[in-house]
């Protein structure tokens, strides 16, 4: 088998994990095929790197060490500055989430207060009429006692005119009946 090859057990596919009846077993099956198909990949590794491998003298296989080892370094880094990059383009999304979102709610503040500003206009002047319907009101109150007064007078008036006109009534009667008694 080649080097670059893996089998299905290596993969994990129809590998069952573990819960119902045999699981365990297979698992261990599959894996008992992987470490016999990873020893024939290095056998195959082995053969092919006594083929074809060179031999170098001790610097240049230190500077080929130094190289690689720049080289994982390099590649590392690459990977981090990539996260970074990553990381600061969701924060910039995030930032300006942040102020789209801001800018919403000051606007909305601003409805609020503008809407919290009409209302407190309108009962204000709700306010100002009613105090001007409560002066008409006590006015017409006033009024209305007043004449209520001045009815109680006149009443007063027509009762005393009416008393001294059956009283003048009763003196006339009283008088003509006293003629009539002397003209007899």
Known sequence: MQAGRSTMAEKGVGVSSGS??????E????ALVNISEMATNLDSLQKLLLKKAVFVDEETFAKASLTSEQARTIKTLEQRV????????????AAARA??????????????????QELTREL???TKVFKLHMEELRSQKEEIAKKESEIKVLEAIIQTFVMLYFYVGFLFQVQL????ILVD
């Open 27 to 30: 698992r261990w099956k599959a």
């Open 124 to 126: 204000e002047n709700t």
């Open 177 to 180: 009946a006293a003629l009539a």
């Open 82 to 93: 990539e996260a970074l990059e990553r990381e600061l383009d969701a924060a910039i999304s």
């Open 20 to 25: 119902g009846g045999g699981g365990g077993g």
């Open 99 to 116: 102020r789209s979102e801001k800018r919403q709610a000051e606007a909305a503040q601003r409805t609020a207060e503008l809407r919290a």
